[in-house]
């Protein structure tokens, strides 16, 4: 269980391919997606990939309802969310947990999601200025599965799902928006859609652990007096 190594997209956290040049957005790598699409959320980020050891731990608590799983799971996170203290600025940041629905919450017991978000915030060095705030997003409705979905598929599957029940609390702040898992962001991504229709001036992710693409593609600046930009693929 180590974090997540090498090149890796400064919006969404991705993996890219190495050796890299000089990215699209001042200095900064970027994946192919996040260069042609901006993601509703300022910056994301993992402690691990979502393989292994780490996948059976995320498991254990989510599936099996080990809690003590989650105060290691709170460490891990603990240590992704150190990556995005340099963005968070001088104000509090409000951390939302992403919220099951009510359904799913009394079939489980507990949203593993806060309960890492809890451990984190009790270990975490600017916990200070991150304030636990699990009632500003509302799952309104019940979803499927989104395994084995297409990503077209699960933004569908999540469209009106969510809400933010007191956008007056929302207005003018920043977020950090904190789950188990970053499959293909779609989760998060509505979350933060919410979150910003609310008044919310900026949104933050951290996860504990996300799927890498087998293969990730990146982009650089051309150099060239056209300045045009070059995509990339990884062997």
Excluded at 90 to 111: Q, T
Excluded at 131 to 145: F, N, Q, V, Y
Excluded at 150 to 177: D, K, M, V, Y
């Amino acid at each position: 269980m180590r974090p997540i190594s090498g090149g890796k997209c400064s919006i969404c956290g991705e993996r890219l391919s190495t050796p890299y040049a000089s990215s699209v957005e001042g200095g900064e790598a970027r994946c192919s997606l996040c260069s042609r699409l901006q993601p509703p959320f300022v910056r994301a980020t993992a402690y691990g990939s979502y393989e292994g050891g780490l996948r059976d731990l995320v498991q254990l608590l989510k599936y099996e309802r080990v809690r003590p799983a989650a105060s290691v799971l709170g460490r891990m996170l603990a240590e992704a969310i150190t990556d995005l203290v340099p963005a968070f600025g001088e104000n509090e940041i409000a951390v939302v947990p992403v919220p099951l629905h009510s359904r799913k919450l009394r079939e489980r017991g507990f949203n593993q999601a806060e309960l890492i978000a809890q451990a984190a915030l009790k270990l975490h060095p600017a916990g200070g200025k991150l304030a636990l705030k699990a009632g500003m997003l509302e799952r309104c409705r019940p979803t499927s599965s989104q395994t084995g979905l297409t990503r077209h598929q699960r933004r569908e599957n999540l469209r009106g799902a969510f809400i933010a029940p007191r956008p007056q609390e929302a207005s003018g702040r920043a977020f950090l928006l904190v789950d188990d898992v970053f499959t293909t962001g779609t989760t998060v991504s509505e979350c933060a859609r919410i979150l910003l229709r609310a008044g919310a001036s900026k949104v933050f992710v951290a996860t504990v652990a996300r799927t890498l693409k087998a293969e990730a593609t990146f982009a650089t600046a051309d150099t060239g007096a056209e300045g045009s930009i070059a995509m990339a693929a990884n062997a």
